[in-house]
């Protein structure tokens, strides 16, 4: 039995699911890749979808699980990313525990506030963010971006800007935290903004590669 794959259209827009239900995420994505021919959609353009636990072990393995539960599902390309801050001191915690290190229900707050207790008295203060983002098809196949941000855990909390962590974490290059950055700043040093500026770089061979990997085998014997 022979197999061959269908003829690529490079000219017809595809459709890339973003993961996520947050708004902010997706127009962010939208505005990065406006330039190419694609249709960005996210999970709120789809009925009901089971949501997927993120019980991997690595960012790799939580990415990798979005992308391609929701490409699965949707039977369309799915982009997913996961992140988190990695501190030496504490072995690499939160790490993929980021978003749940002091409970479920906990606030940002609470969560750098725990973060600070652990870190009392501790002169090693490395830390670092880390992003991956993975873009899978229906089949299996993915491709994964990866990217750090190295910094120093701060002795307490300082701007007002950002989300998560920001407020504890010191950029040493810019001599501020990352709630002290403007959004822009950060987006230019940090981890998920250096991850999605190589898949804004590298977007038309990552098309070629959804579409021959989307192209559906033609029977001929
Ligand atoms: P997510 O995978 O992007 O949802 O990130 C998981 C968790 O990591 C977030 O809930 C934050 O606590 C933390 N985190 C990820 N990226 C950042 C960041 O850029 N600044 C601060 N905290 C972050």
Known sequence: MFYVSCEVDVQKSIILVIATRNKGKTAEIKRLLKNYPVEIKDLDDFGPIPQIKETGQTFDD???KKASFTARVL???ALAD???LLVEALNGAPGVYSGRYAG???TDEERCLKLLNEMAGKSDRRAAFECVVSIAVPSGPA?????RCEGLITEAPSGLGGFGYDPIFFYPPHKKTFAELTIQEKNRISHRGKAFAEIKDEF???LIWIRQHM???EKVK
């Open 82 to 84: 996961d992140s988190g």
């Open 104 to 106: 479920e229900a906990a």
């Open 143 to 147: 491709l994964t971006y990866e990217a």
């Open 62 to 64: 939580n990415a990798y």
């Open 75 to 77: 039977g369309l390309p």
């Open 215 to 217: 192209s559906i085998p």
């Open 204 to 206: 038309d061979r990552i």
